[in-house]
Structure formats: structure tokens, C-alpha cells
């Protein structure tokens, strides 16, 4: 198993760009997460989806859209990347009753100038 | 809402035992874990403790929770260089959904 992968490793945009961060799971989990961590801040959670077709905001989720695209996949969309939006981005998943433990991918590093 | 509080920062001598503190709001925590985050890495569950429980014990990690302070701690013994990281507390309520508060991680320097 992979686990939870995240594309891109790293992406530099500028003020304005959009972009769509891609996030997997091969776990058969149903409940997926995005954060954002920022120094001094720990992870601040943007949305989140309870299941397939579902989604829900998190702490922080002005100027990202996501999409729960199937059981698998939950994609993140910065519409018009902001400076303020610089940041790592995780991506986690997590099975309902086992603890509600979350397995994370590695993040993707964004650069917004 | 829920808050969950950790100092940044720790250096403790190769050797000695590390002691990282975490406190929270939440009164109705379900399960407290801790994370640990080495650099460039995504977050790797360390350990957890059920709500119900004073102290767990995995190795060369203890936890300790004291629910009426709302306390809970990560004791590393004998530290080695590879446990420098970004160590995050993270507590669990009982909304209905499996949403975690996480702390702001503490990063513990280990000193040769």
C-alpha cells in the first residue's frame, strides 16, 4: 500500500494563479482531510469529507474549494492563489472506529509570490 | 472551540529523557494522540491514549493524561538523535465526526 500520496511535491505560483493539489488514499478509508501548516500555527484543518459526495469546512476555508471526487481521491483548488495561502498543505484519511487515527501524506510546499 | 497548547520549543541532551507537555479545552476528549514530524515528512501517529486511561506505556514512550488538569504529556526516555522532530499533541472530541484539534507541535533539539 502507498498510503496517502499528495502531487505536487512543491509548486511556486504567482498572486492570482489557480491550481489544484491532488490527494489519494489506497486505504479504503471513507473520511479525508486538508491542512495547512504554518510556523508557529501547527495544522489548521480547511475542510474536510466525512464520505464520498460529502464535504464540510474545516478552521480555515476562505480562498480553497475541495472536491471528493470518489472514495479515493480529495482535491484541494486554490481559485486565485494569494501570498497569504503560502504554506505546506497535508492531506490526511482516516477509517471511522479505528481510533479515528489519521494517516498523512507528505505535504506539498506551495510558494504563492 | 477547542484549543490544544504545546511550548515550541525543547533541546535535551542525547541520553536524558525528554518530557513534552500538551494541554487542552476540551472536557469531552474521546482519544489524545501525539504525532511526530521529522523534517520534510508528513505526520507519523506515535502513540494514543484513550480518554479513560491515566498513563500508557509503548517502548521507550510513556504518556501521561490527567483529564481533570487536562494535561497530558510524552515522556521519551533515553533520546537519541534520531527523535529530533516536530512532536504535535492532538485531542479528539465527540462531535459525531472524526475531526482532531492539533497543537502547534513542540520541536525538541537533541544536544550531543
Known amino acids: 500500500n502507498a498510503g496517502v500520496t499528495q502531487t505536487p511535491k512543491f509548486q511556486v505560483l504567482k498572486t492570482g494563479q489557480s491550481m489544484t493539489l491532488q490527494c489519494a488514499q489506497d486505504?479504503?478509508?471513507?473520511?479525508m482531510y486538508w491542512y495547512r501548516q504554518d510556523p508557529g500555527m501547527g495544522l489548521r484543518l480547511i475542510y474536510y469529507?466525512?464520505?464520498?459526495?460529502?464535504?464540510d469546512k474545516g478552521e480555515v476555508p476562505n480562498g480553497y474549494n475541495v472536491s471528493r471526487l470518489n472514495k479515493r481521491e480529495f482535491s484541494l483548488r486554490l481559485e486565485s492563489a494569494a501570498p497569504s495561502q503560502t504554506s505546506v498543505y497535508f492531506c490526511?484519511?482516516?477509517?471511522?472506529?479505528?481510533?479515528?487515527?489519521?494517516?498523512f501524506g507528505p505535504g506539498t510546499r506551495l510558494l504563492v509570490l | 472551540g477547542e484549543d490544544v497548547e504545546q511550548s515550541l520549543f525543547l533541546s535535551v541532551r542525547e541520553g536524558d529523557s525528554s518530557v513534552i507537555n500538551c494541554t487542552y479545552t476540551?472536557?469531552?476528549?474521546?482519544?489524545l494522540y501525539w504525532y511526530k514530524q521529522e523534517p520534510g515528512a508528513g505526520l507519523q501517529l506515535l502513540t494514543y491514549?484513550?480518554?479513560?486511561?491515566d498513563m500508557k506505556q509503548d517502548q521507550r514512550l510513556t504518556v501521561l493524561l490527567n483529564k481533570k488538569d487536562k494535561h497530558l504529556s510524552l515522556r521519551i526516555a533515553d533520546t537519541q538523535t534520531g527523535d529530533s522532530a516536530i512532536y504535535f499533541c492532538?485531542?479528539?472530541?465527540?462531535?459525531?465526526?472524526?475531526?482532531?484539534?492539533f497543537g502547534t507541535g513542540t520541536r525538541l533539539t537533541i544536544i550531543p
Open positions: 490526511a484519511s482516516s477509517l471511522p472506529g479505528h481510533r479515528e487515527t489519521q494517516y
Open positions: 486505504m479504503n478509508h471513507n473520511s
Open positions: 469529507s466525512a464520505s464520498e459526495g460529502t464535504t
Open positions: 476540551d472536557s469531552s476528549s474521546t482519544y
Open positions: 491514549i484513550f480518554s479513560n486511561m
Open positions: 492532538a485531542e479528539k472530541g465527540t462531535e459525531g465526526n472524526e475531526k482532531l484539534t
